[in-house]
């Protein structure tokens, strides 16, 4: 009974390390994936930003090459007005140099206001710019740890899988199927006596049962919980 129980306890604790295993590794990939979205996120405000800078430096652009278009155009008229033949003619053309120089002085003001939206534009960049950098580098390195704990993980879930079915092996099959059945509630199998208790659920324990406890006369459970008992002081072995 010695025996068994030690191996009960030990397949225990194989199977609770190997669930916190799990729950160590059960926050990151949700981690990483949060992660990913928040530098999405980001990326695309940045993106939003930098596509209405490059527009309205495309647009002045654009303005720049209307503002010399019609200053040629002023220019050849203002020679046109010393070739006229009459009145008429040196009105109307006097009218359309008018014109153009509304339209210069417009294309001015807003050649003006594109440069100030830039430069506002350019405030909320930066400030994108540092947050997104930031947020790559929060989620290269939650990556990482992904990564390295999962070789890890991989290692030691090797191990322990292994553990588990050498001790599985030694427990005969009626013994296995209550331990399993147990399992579907409680992680840690067996427990351990202390100062008279359940130590999984803290039950007391009559004093004739913890003395046959004591004595491995056979397999006690938990009243209360229904877990396996072993004395405290039992040596539970590693391997
Ligand atoms: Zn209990």
Redesign the pocket.
């Known amino acids: 009974m010695l025996a068994q129980l030690q191996t009960l306890a030990a397949l225990t604790r194989v199977d609770v390390e190997l669930e916190e295993l799990q729950e160590e590794l059960g926050d990151l990939p949700g981690d990483v994936k949060r992660l990913e979205k928040d530098a999405r996120i980001k990326q695309q405000a940045f993106d939003a930003t930098q596509k209405q800078i490059d527009d309205l430096v495309h647009a002045r652009a654009n303005m720049r090459i209307r503002t010399q278009e019609i200053h040629d155009k002023e220019k050849k008229l203002s020679e046109q007005q010393f070739q006229v033949r009459n009145n008429k003619e040196f009105d109307a053309i006097t009218r359309e140099v008018e014109t153009i120089k509304e339209e210069t002085k417009d294309l001015e003001r807003e050649l003006a206001a594109s440069a100030l939206t830039e430069e506002n534009l350019r405030r909320i960049l930066a400030p994108q710019e540092e947050e997104l950098e930031a947020a790559k580098i929060k989620l290269s390195e939650k990556e990482q740890e992904l990564v390295q704990l999962s070789g890890e993980h991989n290692e030691e879930l090797t191990l322990l899988l292994a553990k588990r079915a050498e001790y599985k092996a030694k427990l005969p099959a009626n013994v296995l199927v209550q331990y399993e059945r147990i399992r579907e509630y409680h992680t840690n199998v067996a427990?351990s006596v202390r100062r008279g208790?359940?130590?999984?659920?803290?039950?007391a324990i009559p004093p004739q049962k913890l003395v046959e406890i004591r004595n491995f006369k056979q397999l006690f459970t938990?009243?209360?919980?229904?877990?396996m008992f072993y004395p405290e002081d039992m040596e539970i072995p590693t391997a």
Do not use: I, K, T, Y
């Open positions: 427990v208790s359940c130590s999984g659920c803290f039950n938990c009243e209360n919980c229904g877990r």
